[in-house]
């Protein structure tokens, strides 16, 4: 069953305009993570959030995790074109750390 | 460093035909993934492998069969294709289990006629 599921599943802004991506899981988790992945190329890590961490940043990036809520928060801000790019959050499948479910996507695309 | 290489990056094949992917990774990791990726569906992990010399299945592994002879090698082989293998594969590799990062190829573009 899907672990982590993002929403929106497409969002489209205007450049300098912040994007705001959720998403959420189900079974208690010992981190989360969030990948990018431009048009036709492989997936990128961004950032990871541990089970004890309630906001991560870095550059323009900013990550919350809610344990409570099961449920995380990527937000870009001051957009760019660049950042046109699918993004998925991933979790360790439960009882086996040695892999990560992902969920399938946001599309984004930012508007010069 | 290369990261993460996967051969071919486009293929064609019959129905019936056989081929193996070949994923190369130089970072020293004891972990390595096939996933595939198809639209609307995310990424579904087919085989992995914990170390040098193991593999075990994914989500998804009918169809497919992998080897890890080589720490920095991870096969992926289609014995004989189907269309419904038709997809995006991506290698993927990690130093640690569940807890780190996982680096990706660049992906290999599969259609199967």
């Known amino acids: 069953s899907q672990q982590g599921e993002e929403d929106p599943q497409a969002l489209s802004i205007q450049e300098g305009e912040n994007a705001t991506m959720n998403c959420s899981y189900k079974?208690?988790?010992?981190?989360l993570q969030w990948y990018r992945q431009n048009s036709g190329r492989g997936l990128v890590h961004l950032i990871l959030?541990?089970?004890?961490?309630r906001e991560k940043h870095s550059g323009r990036l900013r990550v919350t995790l809610d344990t409570s809520k099961k449920s995380s928060s990527l937000l870009i801000t001051a957009s760019r074109a660049a950042d046109t790019a699918s993004y998925f959050c991933?979790?360790?499948?439960?009882?086996?750390?040695?892999?990560?479910?992902f969920g399938k996507g946001i599309t984004l695309s930012v508007r010069p | 460093n290369a990261g993460v290489t996967q051969t071919p990056k486009f293929r064609v094949l019959k129905t019936g035909q056989s081929m193996t992917l070949l994923c190369a990774q130089d970072?020293?990791?004891?972990?390595m993934y096939w996933y595939r990726q198809d639209p609307g569906m995310g990424l579904r992990l087919i085989h992995y492998?914990?170390?040098?010399?193991?593999?075990a299945k994914g989500e998804v592994p009918d169809g497919y069969n992998v080897s890890r002879l080589k720490k920095q090698n991870f096969l992926l082989g289609l014995e004989s294709a189907a269309p419904s293998q038709t997809s995006v594969y991506f290698c993927?590799?990690?130093?640690?289990?569940?807890?780190?990062?996982?680096?990706f190829g660049p992906g290999t573009r599969l259609t199967v006629t």
């Open positions: 079974t208690s988790i010992n981190n």
């Open positions: 993927a590799s990690s130093g640690l289990a569940g807890v780190g990062e996982q680096y």
């Open positions: 959030i541990r089970s004890n961490e």
């Open positions: 492998s914990v170390g040098e010399g193991t593999t």
């Open positions: 991933a979790t360790p499948r439960t009882g086996a750390n040695s892999k990560l479910t």
């Open positions: 970072m020293n990791h004891e972990y």
